[in-house]
């Protein structure tokens, strides 16, 4: 789309995948990936993972233009309910139900399924994070966010379960869309912050 996009990723797989697709990707670790200023960042499903939080979002804005956009998807996962807990186990159960999901061990959906979706699954692993709420705290201490939404995250547990054909493309298209449809406040652990780096007296610029 006319846009010169460098991608980052610690594992030397997803950064072969990438460059097949013609995309300039790289093998680094962030904050100690260092580049030129940038237009625009996104972390995407990795700031949750990023410690020390606030170092990283200070080199984020270190990298980001004046007048550029912090871009973060993320997810609330110490926010999770047992409403949403018991409606994603039922539907992986009925996805089980049709042969349409991979062995995949390791992938979370399918330890959910053997947990029988015990909401104490998803607990786990919280200490191990940082929560929305402090990324949304570290981004506001050098950012002005201009944008909260929640946003459907479930149907990305079940990408990591169906063949990489255009029926698990199917899949995961109607799962999003059913998630979307049945989500509200409380029930999408999905988070997507929109920012603009603060100058130093306190506001964005424009």
């Known amino acids: 789309m006319g846009h010169e996009v460098i991608a980052i990723d610690t594992l030397p797989e997803s950064i072969d995948a990438a460059k097949e697709l ?3 990707a790289r ?4 904050p100690a990936f260092d580049e030129a200023p940038f237009d625009v960042i996104l972390f995407t499903r990795s700031l949750h993972h ?10 984020a804005h270190r990298l980001i233009k004046p007048s550029g956009s912090l871009l973060v998807e993320d997810f609330a996962y110490s926010d999770t309910n047992e409403h949403t807990t018991a409606w994603f186990y039922r539907l992986l159960q009925l996805l089980e139900a049709c042969n349409v999901l991979l062995p995949a061990e ?3 959906g399918r330890k959910l399924l053997k947990g029988g979706g015990d909401i104490s ?3 786990d692993h919280v200490h191990e994070i940082n929560t929305a709420l402090e990324v949304s705290q570290a981004i506001s201490e050098r950012f002005e966010i201009l944008q909260t ?3 459907p995250y479930l149907y990305r ?3 990591a379960l169906v063949e990489d054909s255009e029926q698990g493309g199917q899949i995961i ?6 998630e979307q449809e049945t989500g509200r406040e409380g029930f999408l652990i999905g988070r997507r912050f929109v920012a603009k780096p603060k100058t130093p007296g306190g506001t964005a610029s424009i």
């Open 22 to 24: 013609g995309v300039d």
């Open 27 to 30: 093998v680094a670790s962030f």
């Open 50 to 59: 990023i410690r020390p939080l606030r170092t990283a979002i200070d080199q």
């Open 106 to 108: 390791d992938a979370f």
């Open 121 to 123: 699954l998803w607990r």
């Open 149 to 151: 939404e929640v946003a």
């Open 157 to 159: 547990y079940v990408s």
């Open 173 to 178: 298209s109607r799962v999003l869309d059913l």
